[in-house]
């Protein structure tokens, strides 16, 4: 199971974030999480939203989970779809059976001239 990106936060715990909203975009710096007012009174078991650190100065609570919202460490979105990359393993399997394939042909090929003469 793919780790959470609420689970990511010690991690990233310092960096400087860029998160993109449909209302707005926020630069800041990721200062840990924190409960909001009152909120563990009302629900213990809750995950804290994290804290990020404006580059004015503000102290934005945000839901890392919240899927209108992307992420941005160092430029690369966060928790965006990994591209797996085919392994040289794979290519040469698949050349492997190109080229078994190109060789049926070809005896195919010599058969066929061959009954015809």
Known sequence: MPTKLYDLWPKLEG???????????LKGTLIGITAPADASAVHPAAELPWAIRSDDGQEVLLDPENPAIKIYVEGEE???PVTIPLTTGLQDRVHELLTKYEHFLAMLREASSRKRR
């Open 15 to 25: 960096k400087h974030l860029k998160v993109v909203a449909p209302w707005g975009t």
């Open 78 to 80: 966060l928790g965006a």
